[in-house]
């Protein structure tokens, strides 16, 4: 098969040329646009979808010249950050992460903080002045080694970060100082070592082709593949790899990482929607395993919150849509790692899109665009009669009302869905649910964030979804849950109203509202057609 353009492509500050979504994915082609637009966008560079056709053509072998290719990304960001892959005083920290054509949050693998070793963290140290943040980045790269590139069952690993909080007396593992966390990576890599047999790979390059040989195998896991059946995605050839400069919320107090949607993806309303995380990684956000905090950015760091508004605001008036925004920032400084258009619910795409064309950021033909696939006669705004107290009133992450039997796993509610509607009550609803997902009517968790990866996956299947449900302790030996003092079982039924984060039991009484007016507004236009 003829290859398609060419192997690799960089992006950063000065450098021109913006790459073709079908051969670099949509990530490096927006990151590539944004640094040639001068938002601040951490230097990087992607590799051809065409190696990840290779890689599965060959039966998962690495095409050989993709070793070489990597060098050649790393030789451009040593060149413009001054730092060095695998250097023991000033190591270059890369992540890898995926990139297809067509945008699907969280269903395929990335890897941070890759280059850091036992050899290059003194000089990660010595080059920041800061021990706890290498400490961190270090055991956060064996943690992701040994569950995301080797596959390994995810309890132990969090098991030793639960010790290292209960032994240090600390609520999060963001409180974790230097030492504590020097005794966690020994504790990690005996971990790592048992499972795999073979100590923490040390080699940078190792590193970097483990990783990604991870990113273009997750093309083809199963949680891939589920999405691309009901999204639906169809012609694309795999996934780009991009990697990139790292940079740290996880630096200190004036560090963090998150997502802002531009516009609110539940139910369309013009106010951005900001998840942050202080003092994290955007793993932490995106995965779910982090609950935002509830400070605004906009108190503790109105600067880089202004800066970030105004980005957001740009960005919509250059892809013409509202913005899903991951960044970071790092010490007091801003970061964007990825821009897209965001996933929403059937009725804020139709506010969304009616919004935008009377703001003149798009045309009547671009809002029937945005819409086609939406059905307008079936786009209803759900309300609760006479509810009555809820059980738990928690965070609303995607607008709507489901009612359906408890279940607690992404396996149970595939078979009980086969006789009813389900809702699939979870800790943190991770990527790996996604087979639940699809299952459930609604979802409910304890963990997690609005802009969290499952959370815009239930939007964007129009599925009720409600977090930060405190007050729900899962047992799973027991099949059932606690709820604010409730002890719920399998097969009793729940009720949730995503709009306001309430949880019911039983069924509940539910009236459909049609926005008739914004209806109203789009069919006219489509008579001009």
Same mark, same amino acid.
């Given at each position: ?5 060419p192997?690799?492509?960089?992006f ?9 979504p ?10 590539a646009?944004?640094?040639?637009m001068g ?7 992607s590799?051809n979808?065409?190696i990840c056709e ?10 050989p ?12 960001l ?13 190591p270059?920290?890369v992540?890898?992460r995926?990139g297809?054509?067509?945008?699907m949050p969280g269903?395929?693998?990335t890897?941070?903080n890759v280059g850091?070793?036992?050899e290059?963290?003194r000089?990660? !140290?010595? &080059?920041t002045g800061?021990?706890? =943040? /290498?400490?961190?980045?270090?055991c @956060?790269?064996?943690?992701?080694? *040994?569950?995301?590139?080797?596959s390994?069952d995810a309890?132990?690993?969090h ?5 290292a909080c ?5 609520e ?8 504590t966390?020097?005794?966690?990576a ?19 390059q190792e590193q !970097?082709i &483990?990783?990604?040989?991870?990113? =273009? /195998?997750s093309?083809?896991?199963? @949680?891939?593949?589920?999405?691309? *059946? ?16 790292m ?6 107090p004036r ?14 309303t013009p106010?951005?929607v ?7 990684q955007g ?5 779910g ?6 400070i605004p950015?906009s108190? /503790? ?10 980005? *957001?605001?740009k ?5 013409h849509?509202m913005?899903?925004?991951e ?5 007091g400084r801003?970061f ?22 009377r ?8 809002a ?16 609760i009669i ?8 928690g ?8 009612s359906g039997q ?6 149970e509610a595939?078979?009980v ?11 943190t ?7 639940g997902?699809?299952a ?8 997690g964030?609005?802009t ?7 939007r964007h ?5 409600v ?6 302790m ?11 003092g409730?002890?719920?079982v399998?097969g ?5 109203d995503g ?27 489509q008579?001009g057609?």
């Open positions: 098969m003829e290859l398609e353009g192997r690799i492509m960089t950063g500050p000065g450098v021109p040329g913006i790459p073709e079908g051969w670099f994915g949509a990530k490096a082609a927006h990151l646009r944004m640094a040639a938002i601040p966008v951490p230097p990087g560079f590799l979808v065409s290779e890689y599965f053509r060959s039966g998962r072998g690495i095409p010249d993709m070793p070489g290719l990597l060098h050649e990304g790393i030789r451009f040593e060149e413009v950050t001054g730092c060095q892959f695998g250097s023991r005083r000033r270059l920290l992540s890898v995926s297809a054509a067509t945008s269903m395929m693998e890897v941070l850091l070793s036992r290059t963290l000089g990660f !140290i010595i &080059m800061n021990p706890r =943040l /290498a400490w961190n980045s270090y @956060r790269l064996i943690e992701q080694f *040994g569950t995301v590139v080797q390994h309890a132990p690993y098991d030793a970060w639960e010790n209960r032994s240090a007396d600390a999060d593992i963001r409180d974790l100082d230097a030492m966390l020097s005794g966690l020994d504790a990690l890599e005996r971990i790592y070592r048992v499972k795999t047999g073979d100590t923490f790979p040390a080699d940078p !970097i &483990m990783a990604t040989e991870t990113v =273009l /195998a093309w083809n896991a199963p @949680r891939a593949v589920a999405y691309r *059946g009901v999204a639906p995605l169809s012609g694309m050839k795999g996934t780009a790899v991009t990697v990139q400069a940079v740290f919320g996880n630096a200190g560090s963090g990482s998150g997502v802002l949607f531009t516009r609110d993806p539940s139910n369309g106010y951005p900001i998840d942050f995380v202080y003092g994290g793993e932490d956000v995106v995965s395993r982090a609950t935002a905090s509830f950015l108190e /503790a760091m109105s600067g880089s919150a202004e800066e970030l508004d105004q980005i *957001g605001r960005l919509e008036t250059v892809f849509d913005q899903d925004i960044f970071t920032i790092q010490e801003l964007i790692l990825q821009a897209r258009a965001g996933k929403r619910a059937p009725l804020a795409a139709l506010r969304i899109a009616v919004d935008l064309c703001e003149g950021i798009i045309t009547t033909d671009d029937i665009m945005h819409l086609r696939d939406i059905d307008l006669d079936t786009v209803f705004e759900n309300r006479s509810p009555g107290n809820p059980l738990y009133t965070i609303p992450a995607s607008s709507g009302i489901a408890a279940v607690f796993s992404s396996e595939i078979r869905s086969q006789d009813g509607p389900v809702i699939l009550v979870r800790e609803a991770s990527p790996d649910d996604m087979a997902i699809i459930s009517v609604g979802i409910l968790t304890r963990e964030s609005r969290s990866h499952a959370a815009v996956v239930a299947l129009g599925k009720a979804c977090i930060g449900c405190r007050d729900l899962i047992d799973e030996d027991r099949s059932g849950c606690r709820i604010a409730t002890w719920i399998s009793d039924v729940l009720s949730l709009t306001t984060g309430a949880v019911y039991t039983g069924e509940v009484d539910v009236r459909r509202e049609s926005p008739e007016g914004l209806i109203a507004v789009v069919k006219e236009w008579k057609l």
